[in-house]
């Protein structure tokens, strides 16, 4: 099974790389294939006065220095076609963020790079309608797509997660198929000039999820939520991860049981 997971936004370089080894090590206890996230730039927040990270040059040599140090695997999101080399030069795998998962330039130019690329569902989109970002990536010349559910907009500040969409884009035969447990329970713009969440119901999201035949989980995670910089309303506790893997993991095996019979 496949784990994405790290702070939303990079804070520093210490605080990446104790998270790196920390997810690191209970995620390989747990057989997870780990790849580690956190954003250089949060371009989509909802306000300007909301902190957005370290910028590229610096975001990017971060990273680098947490992979040197911890030797995890990486991934980081885009939010323009020019971004896509120097991250490809950092990064595992490249993250086009739900609310540009239309970019037609944007979609090509990680695609380009040859690195594995996961296109995360806008909140507009209907689940089968993801097979034609992933005709964009494969005629770019994409060597690998993930495919991620994150919710979709219902009414004003509130997402819905349709279980649904888990086998509909297995369907489109791409590769993974993963949900963001974080961003599904978010509430965009509720908090006025932030948004808000519901953590309580990250692992209820992501254990649905996996018993839908999700091949792994995206969650952000935190030692200390209430204090992050970016999304620590969709933030899950790191001293909870360990315990929602162990569970996931569990529900997996059994699903896979059952399809044996």
Not at 202 to 212: N, Q, R, S, V
């Amino acid at each position: 099974m496949i784990l994405i997971a790290g702070p939303c936004v990079i804070e520093s370089y210490d605080h990446c790389a104790f998270l790196a080894d920390a997810i690191l090590q209970r995620a390989a206890a747990l057989g997870f294939d780990f790849f580690f996230k956190a954003s250089f730039d949060k371009a989509n927040r909802t306000s300007s006065l909301g902190y957005r990270g370290p910028g590229l040059e610096r975001g990017l040599e971060i990273l680098m220095a947490v992979k040197q140090k911890t030797g995890v695997q990486l991934t980081t999101d885009i939010h323009e076609a020019r971004q896509a080399r120097a991250a490809a030069e950092v990064v595992d795998l490249i993250q086009i963020p739900a609310l540009l998962s239309r970019q037609t330039d944007l979609i090509e130019a990680a695609a380009r790079t040859k690195k594995p690329i996961n296109l995360k569902k806008g909140q507009f989109m209907a689940p089968e309608d993801m097979k034609h970002a992933c005709l964009k990536a494969q005629l770019a010349g994409a060597l690998g797509i993930f495919l991620t559910e994150r919710g979709t907009s219902f009414g004003y500040h509130n997402l819905v997660v349709d279980m649904r969409s888990i086998p509909i884009m297995k369907a489109l035969d791409k590769g993974p198929v993963i949900i963001d447990a974080s961003h599904a329970v978010q509430r965009p713009g509720a908090a006025g000039a932030a948004s808000s969440g519901d953590p309580e119901y990250i692992e209820t999201i992501a254990l649905a999820a996996i018993a839908a035949g999700a091949d792994g989980i995206f969650v952000e995670v935190h030692e200390r939520p209430e204090t992050a910089l970016s999304d620590g309303k969709n933030s899950l506790p790191l001293d909870r991860l360990t315990r929602l893997l162990a569970m996931a993991k569990r529900i997996a095996e059994t699903a896979r049981w059952a399809e044996s019979l």
